[in-house]
């Protein structure tokens, strides 16, 4: 990575990694992916034995916990995701989702009936997920059991990831979640969170750009669907972009 205009960076919070570095080099670019959590399994219990109505999957660590779990999806039940990547973790688990285009809460929200009334939700969720879609779930009339079934566990940050940002390394980034933006602006120097705010990101979702906004990057680039795969194809054409 010799030039600020020809690598990317890119935090994601635990689970798949990003592993896209050989696309990124054989266009001639860099590519430095960082894990800013690992990902807990909690011991909260799932709905066994209890009629399931539907169930919502907000994150693709969520469907990794179910399946590491060894714990039986409830065969019955509507599925629902948040994101593309949710969606596929779940068709590979044989289980159909229905997803909105967007990928947000408020989306899937907008696509549920007005009334849940008599409806079991069940909702695994991580420890920084916002709960206020339950409130919503229950103000339909549904009654929701919504565990934290995961945690996020903050890493070390790397001390060369430091220096790199320090010498403008990277022409473009991204952080997966508000989690990682987190993570990567917390605890930096002042003079490497100007250098950052004012790289062009690439986001997921609504949280973490309004999460990299508040650290006062001025450009973001809103990915065309929620996966890891659509985040890829956004960067290269930054950095494309970026050469001329």
């Not at 469907?63 to 969606?87: E, K, L, M």
């Not at 920084?128 to 929701?144: E, H, I, M, N, Q």
């Not at 979640?177 to 120097?189: C, I, M």
Request: proline residues 4%.
């Amino acid at each position: 990575m010799k030039s600020a205009r020809r690598a990317a960076l890119v935090v994601y919070s635990g689970g798949k990694p990003f592993a896209f570095e050989e696309e990124f080099r054989s266009r001639g670019f860099g590519l430095r992916a960082v894990a800013s959590h690992r990902i807990e399994i909690t011991s909260q219990t799932f709905p066994a034995g209890h009629r399931v109505d539907r169930v919502i999957f907000t994150s693709r660590n969520a469907v990794d916990v179910f399946r590491r779990a060894g714990v039986a999806f409830p065969a019955t039940a509507q599925y629902h995701a948040v994101g593309a990547s949710t969606r596929a973790a779940l068709q590979q688990l044989g289980l159909a989702a229905e997803a909105p285009a967007d990928a947000s809460a408020t989306a899937l929200l907008a696509e549920l009936p007005a009334s849940l009334a008599g409806e079991y939700v069940f909702w695994p969720h991580g420890d920084d997920a916002d709960v206020s879609l339950a409130d919503d779930l229950k103000r339909r009339g549904a009654t929701v059991y919504s565990p934290t079934v995961y945690r996020k566990l903050a890493l070390r940050f790397p001390s060369d990831l430091s220096a790199e940002i320090g010498a403008g390394a990277f022409a473009a980034f991204a952080c997966t979640s508000a989690a990682a933006a987190r993570w990567l602006f917390e605890g930096r120097e002042p003079a490497e969170r100007k250098g950052l705010a004012g790289v062009p990101a690439a986001v997921l979702g609504a949280s973490t750009a309004a999460e990299l906004k508040g650290y006062g990057v001025k450009k973001t680039v809103a990915v065309g669907s929620a996966s890891f795969e659509s985040l890829s194809q956004t960067l290269l054409k930054m950095l494309q972009r970026s050469k001329r």
